[in-house]
């Protein structure tokens, strides 16, 4: 299959991919706001995943107003068994995962729920 055309199907993700193919990578642990802007601070990449989309690999120059524009306040808690969305602006909200990839270290998966 051609991976710049795969979309996600299903959350909680299993497996990542960008165009090349799929990414050696593992989930490490849900976390929260702290640990997101400690990854940031170590240079970590996100990548957001939404289903009905290919995965989305945040520009670096992004990373930062990223988070702050869009992520900050619709950042789910971690461990949560339930998610309302309409506590969060917009009706959608994201769930954060750190993930171990042996290329790029640290990566921040936040995962779309709407």
Excluded at 41 to 50: C, L, P
Excluded at 70 to 79: D, G, M, S, W
């Amino acid at each position: 299959m051609d991976t710049s055309k795969r979309i996600v199907t299903q959350m909680p993700l299993t497996e990542l991919w960008d165009s090349s193919g799929l990414v050696s990578a593992r989930r490490i642990e849900q976390i929260g706001e702290a640990e997101i802007v400690r990854l940031l601070r170590a240079g970590s990449t996100i990548v957001v995943a939404d289903v009905g989309f290919p995965l989305r690999w945040t520009a670096t120059d992004d990373r930062f107003a990223f988070w702050k524009d869009e992520v900050k306040h619709r950042l789910a808690k971690p461990n949560v068994d339930r998610l309302y969305l309409g506590e969060y602006p917009g009706n959608y909200c994201y769930a954060a995962s750190m993930w171990s990839c042996a290329s790029l270290g640290a990566v921040i998966v936040l995962e779309k729920h709407h």
